[in-house]
Structure formats: C-alpha cells, structure tokens
C-alpha cells in the first residue's frame, strides 16, 4: 500500500509562488518523498474531538447545484478530502461509495471536497471525468483554493472528518479506508453516533 500523501508546506492562496523562490535551496537537500505518514500512530486512528468544523462556501459542485454553508446547517455530514490523481484516495472510493449507500437515507450529507495537489488537477473537466469513471454518485466541490482544506486544518489526502448537527467535529479518519476494517467499523460506529444524536435547542 502506497504511503499517505501530505500537503506540501506552505501551499494554500496565494503561495505557490514562494516554490519558485526556494527551488535553490531545496537542491542542497535530500529529496523529501511525495507522500508522508502521519507524525504519530495516533494521527491515523479516528479521533474525537469538539473543534468545531469551519463553514463549506464553494461555488462550483458536480452531482448537485451550488451548495452553501447554510444548506449543511444542522445536518449530520461527513467530509472527506481528496484528489483524482492520488493512488490512496483512489482506493478509498470504493468505501466511500458504500458510506453513501449506507448512510445517505438515514439523514448524512456525504461530501467529498476535492482539493488539488498538482495544477492538472485543477482542471474542472478532469475533476468531472474521474467522478465519473469513479462511480461518486455524492456531491463533489471543487477546493482549487485550498480555502475549505485549511479551514479544516488538514494536512492529509485523503482525510475524512465527521460532524454532528451542532457543526462539532466527532471523528477523523486520515489515509486509506477500506470496507471491513477496524477503521472502517469504528468510522461507521461514529456515524452511527451522529446520526443518533438529537439537535441540542436553542437557549435563550
């Protein structure tokens, strides 16, 4: 199994023109590999957590119309990160597509934000073939900006992250997911919590 792949540092809105001004320097050291594993076991298991998750504001989507952060409002939803070109995300769609089948009718909004690691990613049209080849029957949105991937805080392709109708991140699954796994049983037992979970009111 291949090995996780990272973010490159620094990379986000308006830095990619840094690469240019520290190529030199980079060729006075060791190659660093494509992908990189998490920096600790920990960080490939699923976690609990109350960070809350950012807003979702994308303009483009494939397989629905536009959909803002006010259209996920109080609704349980799971968000996974990736990108057509990588080997890792492309071994998890066969999960993914099982995650939607499961869950989609018991109230979950799968997401699937594709984020690009490398410029021919960024094409649209490309984006659109590979869900198509896939068979991804969920939303996708298109995060050529990085905006909604750092939102998040997220580091990995691909990264799952799932959020409970408060908008309160409960579960992370980074790297690889495979249907029958210890990780795919306790992302599914996560969902299931969160779909069980009942919208706290309001206080005055």
Known sequence: ??????????????????????AACLLAMPPAPTHAKPKSAKAKKEQSGRRKAPPIEISSWINTKPLRA?????????VE???????????????MREIYGLYAKQGLRVLGIHTPEFPHER?????????????????VGLDNDFAVFNGFKNKYWPAIFVVDREGIIRATHIGELHVGTRAWRNLCASIERVLAMKKEPRRS
């Open 1 to 22: 199994m291949g090995r996780l792949r990272r973010a490159p540092a620094g990379v986000g809105v308006g830095r990619l023109a840094v690469i240019g001004a520290v």
């Open 123 to 139: 094409d649209s049209s490309a984006v659109a073939a590979a869900v198509k080849k896939q068979g991804i029957g969920y939303p």
């Open 70 to 78: 006010r259209d996920l409002e109080g609704t349980p939803r799971l």
């Open 81 to 95: 990160f990736w990108t057509f070109d990588c080997v890792n995300c492309q071994n998890s769609v066969l999960a």
